[in-house]
């Protein structure tokens, strides 16, 4: 059976009574999206397609508690999102000084440089590129999450307004507003 013209919804009935190539399209249908925005989130491809796995596998754990008054895809960004979080948060908790002692009996920090990416650093090394990276990274934090939801998750308002449990008009008016701060960083490439 051809799931592809299936709603979400409908999608997420058939797998939950067992139907599991239901949720394959689910996957099919998110996976790319997930992993970009995660790939913003953690600023490493390799780990947001790691993450977007285990995204997907708790969803299909934990698809018989989904809420069907919500978006799937609200939902399964939501699992997304945590993940990452949690990831960052680990791996800050990771950051520690490194010591040891000489032969001549001094004390030396080690320092050890963090080789992964930073946000967005998968981007060719242009100038738009990078201006536009700076733009991004100057916005405050929430408006940089809903950029990143809404251009590199491709989550519709809607659903930023579901994911963030926000209303739609704030949503919107907060996305102008960091779209506006960007416009003006880029006005020189515009």
């Not at 002692?101 to 440089?113: H, I, K």
Request: hydrophobic share 40%; charged share 30%; net charge neutral.
């Amino acid at each position: 059976m051809s799931f592809e013209k299936a709603s979400d919804e409908q999608l997420v009935r058939f797998a939950l009574d067992g139907d599991e190539d239901a949720f394959t399209t689910l996957v099919r249908r998110y996976q790319r999206r997930l992993t970009a925005f995660l790939s913003q989130l953690v600023g490493d491809v390799e780990l947001a397609r790691e993450l977007s796995q285990e995204a997907f596998i708790r969803a299909w754990s934990a698809l018989e508690r989904f809420d069907p008054k919500y978006r799937f895809s609200t939902w399964l960004f939501r699992i997304g999102h945590n993940l990452g979080i949690d990831h960052l948060r680990r791996r800050r908790l990771k950051t520690v000084a490194l010591h040891r002692t000489d032969r001549e009996g001094d004390e030396v920090e080690l320092v050890v440089e963090d080789t992964t990416k930073d946000p967005l650093g998968h981007f060719e090394n242009t100038e738009l590129a990078g201006s536009l990276k700076g733009a991004i990274e100057e916005l405050t934090a929430e408006y940089r999450e809903l950029v990143l939801l809404r251009h590199f998750g491709c989550l519709s308002y809607q659903e930023i307004a579901e994911f963030k449990q926000m209303p739609l008009g704030t949503v919107k008016n907060k996305l102008f507003r960091a779209h506006t701060v960007l416009r003006k960083a880029l006005a020189a490439f515009l």
